[in-house]
């Protein structure tokens, strides 16, 4: 899709709310070794890389919520089912088994990960949950009030959802983060198995946070081909989900948000606005979703 494309795109939106429409002396990159602090320059070859040779690569759990009770002040989200569509498709073709839960409240939010987190995922490689709705710094909308996201995804912490522990956990947000724009500048340029070691690991180790638009920041969505952020997705994961490492990948799903998009509306101030995603990471592994 090329910038001029969606410059032609009618009616964007954005998910808010008011808005209707090496250490000292050590040889060159050793590794210490835990057992008994001696330098191993040898380390295993997959210590940096997820182990995926699972029997599923684990499930995906897509929740769109479109229609929100007028008290929350909350637009219908025209283009989310298309934003659905992508997703299912992406994590669908990659493996998952990919479970889509519509117009969800926050209670149910809450009772539908929290169960999710306490099933038993020890034959998963991984985990993937889509979270398409309206939102503000730091919380995502149920469809009668705000839950905050920190509350969702801690369910999923080391701690508390032990079957994913050392397991990619990744949350891709489709919502608002605040009701900044971005006017955009222009420029010149276009140019080791985990479970036969026993160790101890951060409960926040290995998630990854993949927001639409930054911290303050609104993120926008077209009512006919669906959010900036996740028609990006659907592409370079089509193009690149069984070659790159995610990191890479979503690297590649800044770009194009970011080159690729800018806001046509009729909205005064909101004309000719730009985008870009914020990727959060606490994977202590590359993923490559293939093993």
Request: some cysteine; proline content about 5%.
């Amino acid at each position: 899709m090329s910038s001029s494309d969606n410059k032609c795109s009618p009616k964007d939106t954005v998910d808010a709310k008011g808005f209707s429409a090496p250490g000292p002396g050590s040889p060159s990159k050793p590794q210490l070794n835990k057992e008994d602090n001696k330098i191993d320059d040898k380390p295993p070859a997959d210590m940096y890389k997820y182990n995926m040779n699972y029997p599923n690569i684990g499930q995906c759990v897509i929740i769109n919520n479109k229609k929100f009770h007028h008290s929350t002040g909350m637009s219908f989200r025209h283009g989310s089912d298309v934003d659905e569509m992508n997703a299912k498709k992406v994590f669908s073709k990659l493996g998952y088994k990919v479970n889509v839960f519509k117009d969800q409240k926050v209670n149910q939010i809450e009772d539908l990960l929290q169960n999710v987190s306490q099933e038993d995922h020890s034959q998963s490689a991984s985990f993937v949950c889509v979270l398409l709705s309206h939102g503000d710094d730091g919380v995502i909308y149920g469809t009668d009030d705000t839950v905050e996201l920190n509350k969702l995804t801690g369910y999923f912490r080391g701690n508390c959802c032990k079957t994913l522990v050392g397991k990619p956990k990744l949350f891709f947000v489709q919502a608002c983060r605040g009701k900044d724009l971005d006017d955009g500048i222009e420029t010149d340029s276009r140019a080791v198995v985990d479970d036969e070691t026993t160790e101890k690991i951060p409960v926040e180790a290995d998630f990854l946070y993949a927001y639409s638009t930054v911290p303050g920041f609104y993120s926008w969505r077209n009512p006919e081909k669906g959010s900036w952020f996740m028609q990006a997705i659907y592409e370079m994961f089509q193009q690149y989900g069984n070659e790159l490492d995610i990191m890479r990948i979503m690297t590649r799903v800044n770009h194009k948000v970011a080159h690729d998009f800018e806001s046509l509306s009729a909205t005064p101030g909101f004309l000719g606005k730009k985008q870009i995603p914020c990727i959060v990471s606490m994977l202590t592994k590359d993923l490559y979703f293939s093993s």
